[in-house]
């Protein structure tokens, strides 16, 4: 973008610059610390000029938006032509209770479902398994079987809604119970619209809630994956997540390297299980973590757009422009968050969800400001999607599209996150896969020493959180939380026994008799689990049956 | 004969699997000179006490992050006082609402902390309180 001459011109400036103005002014007053870092320990300079960015070409890496290479977004008009989706993660209680706070949400005039599962829902276990006392409807919704699926979305109409799911090793036997309960509304599976978070991957190298071993665990994915295409064209059958991977404590290039690095992983194990890359490529969505520090934040998700614009049509021939698009959900950052003067979070939020919004998301979940402490109370949850609603029509940040474009800073902090990316492809690339660099720990390790590294930053007082290291008040004001009392377990295990005792149990057996024979073979498995679901196995049942066919996982020691 | 180095059991019970608070305080800790052991995820209290008793700790560093806290917590120390092991130091860490603190310490709990507590103050902690209780 500059002519060699103005480079040496610049060049020349810059020097007489450092000379004249900043070495007279740093002996008078040197700088608040002697390195200057983002959050992540990425350094940043005092000052960025065009010479940061002087090799690059604005159409071939900038670009303009809807076009390839997306670096300013994914569609032609962004923001100006429709809002990004505003969508609260809930679900706490029995299905009864996030029913009710769905329709809520929906009043308030949020624009999306998005569902939290307790973890015994995520970790496949019923709500009346022993495995599961204690932790029964507490960080989220307990859906045992098709019954509580139909609660869950009583009265509100699956083909007029967006619904996200975040479920994980389980994912296609919680997506088969959508399915039927979209069947029974009488919703057409080609007209519903939603995702399935349903990345295993992330599981092994950050948020370890897995069932099956990774290769069994992959060939649930790409099975519904082949599903959607064919039966349910416009579900995402996965939503390749570095949210979680940041919340283990990585920094935001590993967030972005390692989940990119998933998706690659994902696509070719698509492909080589037959079909075409443009025939699901345009259905893959990400969801990434907006952390404190803003223009790293901005620059990650700028980056991410061309990074996968170029894997995409470079790595795997794809022809689809759709399929060369990173679409993704951001959520603010839960580990930001302190149970320390709660009201601050409020701010910490606002600052993240900005740049989400000027990196170009398509939709977004703010956290409450008691999410430290416990689940969200109504009040909070409103406030944090109040603060979408002031970014979105009262900041007027949504006016142009990507107003941080040409920021010699902004563009640089790109370059060096695109850069990083590659450098971690290799190496992952070398050692065989993501799968391989699982089983060897690699990317468990990289984000231990991040996490590590940055918690003894705050401990040196070199990185700030306000409230904790500093500015720390000693009386704090308690705030209102919200409980969840043990009356939902019981509920769930008498709706339980009475499901079991209701429904008939040969044909549950029948149907999960014909599932262990498809997972033994190479069958798609979606339409037995449908089978099984139709016929209320529950969700400890079916994930069991699947247990018998590809055993468990043991994390390696490292 | 040089002082027996404190001897850390953190352990994760339930079925949660966030375990990045986990094993910077286990890391921590082993920093500080204590012996720690990490008995990885999902530990059922049993499993638990059952590590303690055969690792002879001092202090066992429970985290979770679910909300099982009051379900969990009073089955580790009930299970411990079975086993005639109340002299063991029992810590929690996690998402903790502040009015579950005092029933924590009611059934035994020397401390709890919170998100953002200093590594430093929590390995202080421990070496006090080991201290007082030998």
Known sequence: MVTKEMKSHLDVELERWEEETLHPALRKRPERMPEFTTVSHHPVKRLYTPLDIADMDYERDIGFPGEYPFTRGVYPT????????????????????????????????????????????????????????????????????????EVLFDGIPLDQVTTSMTINAPASVIFAMYLVVAEKQG???????????????????AQKEWIYPPHPSMRLVVDSIIFCAREVPRWHPISISGYHIREAGSTALQELAFTLRDGIEYVQATVDAGLDVDAFAPQLSFFFNSHNDFFEEIAKFRAARRVWAKVMRERFGAKDPRSWMCRFHTQTAGCSLTAQQPYNNVVRTAIQALAAVLGGTQSLHTNSLDEALALPTEQAAQLALRTQQIIAYESGVTNTIDPLAGSYFVEALTNEMEQGCWDYFEKIDAMGGMIAAIERGFPQREIQEASYRYQQAVERGEKIIVGVNKFVVEDEEEIPILYIDDSVAETQRERLRQLRARR???????????LKEAARGTENTMPYILECVRAYATLGEICNALKDVFGTYQEPAF | MSERKIRVLIAKPGLDGHDRGAKVIARALRDAGMEVIYTGLRQTPEQIVQAALQEDVDCIGLSILSGAHMVLVPQVMTLLRER???????????????????????????????????????????????????
């Open chain 1, 187 to 205: 919703a057409d599976w080609k007209k519903i619209s939603g995702t399935i978070q349903n990345d295993i991957l992330k599981e092994y190298i």
């Open chain 1, 504 to 514: 008939d149990n040969a044909k549950v057996q029948r149907t999960l008799a014909a």
């Open chain 2, 84 to 134: 005639g092991l109340d002299h063991i130091l029992v810590v929690v860490g996690g998402i903790i609402p502040d009015e579950d603190v005092p029933k924590l310490k009611q059934v035994g709990v020397a401390e709890v902390f919170p998100p953002g507590t200093l590594l430093e103050d929590i390995t202080r902690f421990i070496r006090e309180h080991v201290r007082q209780r030998a």
């Open chain 1, 78 to 149: 962004m923001y100006r032509g429709r809002l990004w989706t505003m969508r609260q993660f809930a679900g706490f209680g029995t299905a009864f209770d996030t029913n009710r706070r769905f329709k809520y949400l929906l009043e308030q005039g949020q624009t999306g479902l998005s569902v939290a599962f307790d973890l015994p829902t995520l970790m496949g276990v019923d709500s009346d398994d022993p495995a599961a006392a204690g932790e029964v409807g507490k960080c989220g919704v307990a859906v045992s079987s098709l019954e509580d699926m």
